[in-house]
Structures are given as structure tokens and as C-alpha cells.
Nanobody
Framework: QLKLVESGGGLVQPGGSLRLSCAASGFTLSSYDMSWYRQLPGKEREREFFGRIGSDGTTFYVNSVLGRFTFSRDDHKNTVYLQMNSLRPEDTAVYYC?????WGQGTQVTVSS
């Protein structure tokens, strides 16, 4: 069974950092691209794409997170990490990872003082 399990969300002050994890089971993560999305408050029907880490390790970020967010992957743990720095209130959202047409369950990130 293909599964993605996310963790690491929480409450952080503006300017702070969080690291999200997305652990895969049932498939080898390094063989596939992984995309990340977030669902902003009040937009329950929309998940906006903000970045991707390719099977070859290349990364892409949209402008709003470029320079603040960084993907990495631990192939031994079959896990992708999202390091988020310099967080802003507008980063508040539920964050999702997606690979092989499978979604993680989402993890809430709240940036507030």
C-alpha cells in the first residue's frame, strides 16, 4: 500500500523555522518526483503548488518561498524534508506532500505571534 505520512507542523513565531517531514512507505521515494502543496485558510477547495524535488534531487520553488524553503531527501529513511525558514504569517496553511498520485495527510503550520 502506498502511503505518505507527514509530520513536523506546529505553531511558530514570524521569522521562525520549522522542518516538515514526509515519509513514504510502499514505494521508493527516490524513484519519483515529489511535489508540495499548501492549503491556505479559507481556501479549503484549493491546494496551491509551491515546490518540488525531483527523483534526481533537483528542486524547484515558486517565488514566494524561494530562498526561504529548502527540500532535501534521506534515501535511507525514504523521507523528504522541507526546511522552512524566515516564516511569515502568510505561510500559515496545511502543508501536503504528493508523489505517485498519493497525498500525505497534511500537517498544519501556523505562523503567528
Amino acid at each position: 500500500q502506498l502511503k505518505l505520512v507527514e509530520s513536523g507542523g506546529g505553531l511558530v513565531q514570524p521569522g521562525g523555522s520549522l522542518r516538515l517531514s514526509c515519509a513514504a512507505s510502499g514505494f521508493t521515494l527516490s524513484s519519483y518526483d515529489m511535489s508540495w502543496y499548501r492549503q491556505l485558510p479559507g481556501k479549503e477547495r484549493e491546494r496551491e503548488f509551491f515546490g518540488r524535488i525531483g527523483s534526481d534531487g533537483t528542486t524547484f520553488y515558486v517565488n514566494s518561498v524561494l530562498g526561504r524553503f529548502t527540500f532535501s531527501r534521506d534515501d535511507h529513511k525514504n523521507t523528504v524534508y522541507l526546511q522552512m525558514n524566515s516564516l511569515r504569517p502568510e505561510d500559515t496553511a496545511v502543508y501536503y506532500c504528493r508523489a505517485l498520485a498519493t497525498w500525505g495527510q497534511g500537517t498544519q503550520v501556523t505562523v503567528s505571534s
